[in-house]
């Protein structure tokens, strides 16, 4: 018989059959390599977040960050507090102007 001569039921199977023992075999290989490569996997996403918090850690203990933000902190209690005296001296001012308000 000659490949002309197998019957369209036939060419599938045997095509099935054969997409099948390849699939198993790239199910076993990649079952085999998942094994060996999980634990670098594990590792190298320890080692990243190792990194990162290191890094962080490394820009927050920075003596001149730690300087500026204690700077810019100061600054902002101080225009915060500076704005709400003059809010309230505002508010205070417009009460006693008030016709009847005692003072």
């Known amino acids: 018989m000659s490949e002309k001569e197998i019957g369209l039921g036939r060419l599938f199977v045997r095509e099935a059959v ?6 198993i075999i790239l199910l076993i290989i990649m079952g085999i390599f998942i094994t ?7 590792e190298g996403i320890a080692y990243g977040v190792d990194r990162a918090v290191y890094r962080a850690a490394n820009y927050a203990m920075d003596p001149a960050l730690i300087g500026k933000t204690k700077q810019l902190i100061k600054e902002g209690i101080e225009y915060t507090l500076t704005k709400a005296s003059k809010e309230a001296k505002g508010v205070l001012g417009e009460t006693s102007a008030e016709p009847g308000a005692q003072k």
């Open 18 to 23: 054969r997409a099948a023992t390849w699939g």
């Open 36 to 42: 060996f490569v999980k634990q670098d996997i594990k």
